[in-house]
């Protein structure tokens, strides 16, 4: 077998029919939109839809279990929490652990809540 022939890089020379120079387009008349603006892009601020009410995960449970394979369960807090188990008996393990973590987490625990 014999490799395929390499194509040549030489560039072709192609006859253009357009202006050598790139010209800016004729403005419109009329138009209301300011100078500038797109078409179509709303100019009015509108309130951010994703404005919670100061609420944010700080911790995270990962069990992962697929058919025929080995549980595993990832247990990861904002606090410097980062636990992983594999198998059935420690993932069960590790899910209860998590539980008992939101109670005593560092971030989660408040002065108010703790003179409650």
């Not at 009410?53 to 697929?66: C, K, S």
Request: aromatic fraction near 4%.
């Amino acid at each position: 077998m014999s490799p395929l022939p390499t194509p040549p890089l030489k560039c072709r020379s192609f006859a253009s029919t357009s202006p050598g120079i790139a010209e800016p387009a004729p403005a419109s008349c009329g138009g209301g939109a300011a100078k500038g603006v797109a078409e179509g892009v709303p100019t009015a601020v509108r309130p951010d839809p994703q404005a919670g009410d100061g609420r944010y995960p700080i911790a995270w449970l990962t069990i992962t279990a697929p058919r025929g394979a080995t549980p595993t369960a990832n247990s990861v807090c904002d606090c410097g929490r980062n636990l992983f188990a594999a198998g059935i008996r420690k993932a069960l393990a590790l899910i209860e652990d998590h539980a008992r973590h939101r109670d005593l987490c560092p971030l989660r625990t408040t002065e108010e809540r703790n003179a409650a």
